[in-house]
C-alpha cells in the first residue's frame, strides 16, 4: 500500500489549495479514504473522509463549507479541495486508509500566512 500526497505549500489568508493523494497498492474503489491533518503540538485531526464510492462524506465542524473531498476512482486518487484557508488550516495534511491497519502517505505541507 502506498499514499503519496501533493499540492500542498504557503498560501495567503482567504486563498485556495487542492492536495492530491495517489494511491497504490490496494483496490482502491473499495476503500474509504480520509484526509488528516497535525498541526505542531496538537493531536492529528480527521478532516474530511469519504466513502469507496464517493457518495457519502463528513468533515470536521472546523472546515465545513470550506473544503470538499472528492475521489476519482479511475485515477486511484482522491483529492482535497480547500477554500477561504485560514491561519488555523496550516498543517501536515495526510491521506489514510484502513485496510486491517491504518496505512498513512507522507504528508504535505500546508502553511496558510501573510
Known amino acids: 500500500v502506498q499514499l503519496v500526497e501533493s499540492g500542498g505549500g504557503l498560501v495567503q489568508p482567504g486563498g485556495s489549495l487542492r492536495l492530491s493523494c495517489a494511491a497504490s497498492?490496494?483496490?482502491?474503489?473499495?476503500?474509504?479514504m480520509r484526509w488528516y491533518r497535525q498541526a505542531p503540538g496538537k493531536v492529528r485531526e480527521l478532516v474530511a473522509h469519504?466513502?469507496?464510492?464517493?457518495?457519502?462524506?463528513n468533515y470536521a465542524d472546523s472546515v465545513k463549507g470550506r473544503f470538499t473531498i472528492s475521489r476519482d476512482n479511475a485515477k486511484f486518487t482522491v483529492y482535497l479541495q480547500m477554500s477561504n484557508l485560514k491561519p488555523d488550516d496550516t498543517a501536515v495534511y495526510l491521506c489514510?486508509?484502513?485496510?486491517?491497519?491504518?496505512?498513512w502517505g507522507q504528508g504535505t505541507q500546508v502553511t496558510v500566512s501573510s
Open positions: 489514510n486508509t484502513l485496510i486491517a491497519r491504518n496505512y
Open positions: 497498492g490496494f483496490t482502491f474503489s473499495s476503500r474509504a
Open positions: 469519504i466513502s469507496s464510492s464517493g457518495g457519502s462524506t
